[in-house]
């Protein structure tokens, strides 16, 4: 194995799926928070190995709008890292051998997940981790595998909420080194559209929020009262550096259009 491979967390994603021991059981977390899992369904929703256990709330809205909507779906009680942060030495050393090997067990682990998937009757895999899905579409080009505003694209009617928000979209830089699959961002312009009245301020990215100079961007082009991402990291940043004294309200995808569907026409 390549020297800018961690051995350790490989080891750890073949023995435990985790990319650390020190994570959560994903059980635990599923059931305590009624989310159904490795039951017979259409879907597999593939949550990322840390999302579950740092974000439930926004998995439970997403389950409790794809519920209402009658959609075929389930988690794994048992789910495989990515192998995403095996890249990062690799990413920087600019060492194409090394990235290769990454490639290839990522390929590995994803294969697993597919195997699971498919052994509930799950005839797709809706990626909700931004890092998973090009790594995901680039392991296996040929299986059904979508980013997870698709979903609810598919079954969401149109509703009217008339309210302006902040959108900011991400820069998806590093996603690009892990693999060539560019990020799918018209499934969530689809679903604004569905959404009437809906102002949409868009913030650009042209830097990383994961940059001071990125992060000030983003920060400092709200004016709105109301933030929302499709990304988890950019949400992680933009609710952890926002002024409070802003007032203003940070969300995922799935909490406004959850919010949006409990509006009548």
Known sequence: MHTLIDKEM?????TTGKTSKDLPDREDILREHAMPYDRE???????GCQILSMLPHILSSLTRFLDRKNFSYTFLSEEYCCGNYLYRPAIKARDDEAMTQCRDLSKEFVEKNIRQAKSLGAKRLVIFCSPCYPIYKHAFPEENIVFYPVAIREVMGRV???????????????????????MDLESTDEVFSKIEGLDVHRISAPKCCF?????SHMTENVLTKLMVHVCTGCYGQALQSIP?????????????????NDIVV
């Not at 009217?160 to 560019?182: M, Q, T």
């Not at 940059?211 to 992060?215: A, D, I, M, S, V």
Request: hydrophobic share 35%.
């Open 10 to 14: 490989v080891d750890t994603i073949r």
């Open 211 to 215: 940059t001071p100079e990125g992060l």
């Open 160 to 182: 009217n909420f008339e309210e302006r928000i902040d959108y900011y979209a991400g820069c998806y830089k590093l996603h690009r080194k892990f693999s060539p699959v560019p």
């Open 244 to 260: 409070s004294d802003k007032g203003v309200e940070v969300l995922m995808l799935p909490e406004l259009v959850e919010r949006a």
């Open 41 to 47: 369904a259409e879907n597999a929703i593939i949550t």
